[in-house]
């Protein structure tokens, strides 16, 4: 018989790490993939990566140069791990009992890959409501200052939304939302690969480009909602992601993807 291989650790937040996450806005989860699931992770992302990705080019945008949409249509252990594993009881936690995958996307900055990502929330980008959407970043790779690591502001989210206002052109070029913030207060998100870095969808956050000419910054960016999440941009329709916990008032929101 095939021995099973466990891919992730298990989470169960304190308290107290519950309260930090209120005051703070965020938290880093240490060894949340195992060797072998990070392994079978990049793996798999590399493959997808490869079939669709070229080289950095400056004068492609973020989106073509860095993002790679609905990668748990393409991993296997992606979809394992963001469907069944441990960041659901987190977000979870968090967030009460009834949760849904939101987005799943790779955020890859290649060595070489030397674009900075302005300060933003996420819930700036995509305005769901209620505002306790979650944000993942799984470390795929070591990062830290030398190679583009995530910055944000502790305590930042208790700003709220921030409206910014684009013009039809740039939502369907989906131009990049720079916020005003100030740079002293924030600090470097510097992660070993397996870990995961959670904050609020209103916590500011950026990155600076990838300067190592030898190390790539890999992240994998799952975001988790409430199951009757709305878009706020889109006459408040449901979100449709996932259902990964509990139950939905939204019979679109139980049917999607509840077969794959
Ligand atoms: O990948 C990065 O460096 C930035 C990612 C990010 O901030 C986001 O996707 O919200």
Not at 28 to 44: V, Y
Not at 188 to 214: Q, R, V
Request: proline letters at 4%; aromatic letters at 10%.
């Amino acid at each position: 018989m095939k021995k099973h291989v466990q891919y992730f650790n298990d989470v169960q937040l304190s308290k107290d790490e519950i309260a930090q996450f209120s005051k703070q806005g965020f938290f880093i989860l240490r060894n949340i993939l195992t060797t072998p699931g990070l392994q079978q992770i990049r793996e798999e992302c590399m493959q997808a990566w490869d079939a669709e990705k070229q080289a950095f080019d400056p004068s492609k945008s973020w989106l073509q140069n860095s993002l790679l949409v609905n990668i748990h249509h393409q991993s296997p252990a992606v979809r394992n791990y963001y469907f069944e594993g441990p960041l659901v009881e987190v977000a979870s936690q968090i967030i009460g009992p009834n949760i849904k995958g939101a987005t799943s996307q790779l955020t890859f900055k290649m060595r070489g890959n030397t674009k900075p990502f302005g300060w933003h929330q996420d819930n700036g980008y995509g305005e769901l409501d209620p505002y306790n959407a979650l944000t993942t970043l799984t470390a795929l790779d070591d990062t830290d200052r030398g190679n583009g690591c995530l910055w944000l502001i502790p305590g930042s989210h208790k700003q709220g939304q921030i409206k910014v206002h684009q013009t039809e052109t740039q939502k369907i070029n989906q131009s990049e939302i720079i916020v005003e913030a100030d740079d002293n207060l924030a600090i470097p998100m510097e992660m070993k690969a397996g870990d995961a870095l959670i904050f609020n969808c209103w916590m500011l956050h950026k990155s600076d480009g990838n300067y190592a000419t030898d190390r790539d910054r890999r992240i994998l960016f799952l975001r988790y909602a409430d199951a009757d999440a709305v878009e706020a941009y889109n006459s408040r329709k449901p979100r449709l992601g996932r259902l990964v916990k509990g139950v939905s008032i939204f019979e679109d929101v139980r049917k999607f993807e509840s077969d794959i």
